[in-house]
């Protein structure tokens, strides 16, 4: 699969547009609403949020600081990695969402949140925006970035945005599911 540069980075602009819009919509929501949960063993909206704010408690540093070291121009085309298309992919949220394990220390599960969380999202999101902006200008493929479950595999900076932007969109369907039960 090749992709153009500029293609992907709308693509992911958009999608992440989307989560900010609907985590807007979340705000008129009261907090009971929020964090209720399908089951004792499922998480609630908030909790779904804050899964994915200390995910971006880490990706957000780690792209920034790689953005700003990186030395390499844009390229136009980019062309996913092996291991990081299957992350990307992986992440896409199906029909019937397939459950996964989660580190423990990215588990929110039982945690006491309030719309703090969802403010948090937003402003995570925002700053996502910003680096896909700044991101036109390196090159998606050579400038790589570390993972958060091993600082040893590295991706390719286009598919740690698409692992994180559709890992996002895995979980706000989630929330939707959630909150329209």
Partial sequence: MK?????LLDELKGRTSQHIQYAQMLMQKTEE??????SADSWSPLECLEHLNRY????IPEITNRIAASKTSSK?????????????KSMLPKEKLNKMKTLKKMNPLHSQLNKNVVNEF????QQFLELLEKAHN???????TSISISK???LKLGDT???????????????QKIVSS
């Avoid at 136009?76 to 291991?83: A, E, R, S, V, Y």
């Fill in 33 to 38: 609403e929020l964090n209720f949960r399908i």
């Fill in 138 to 144: 390196v090159d998606l493929q050579k400038t790589k």
């Fill in 161 to 175: 945005f698409r692992f994180v932007i559709y890992h996002n969109a895995r979980h706000m369907r989630q929330i």
């Fill in 76 to 88: 136009t085309i980019f062309k996913p990695g092996i291991l990081g298309n299957y992350f990307a």
């Fill in 3 to 7: 992709i153009s540069t500029s293609a």
């Fill in 122 to 125: 937003i402003v995570q999101q």
């Fill in 152 to 154: 040893l595999i590295k």
């Fill in 56 to 59: 971006g408690d880490f990706y």
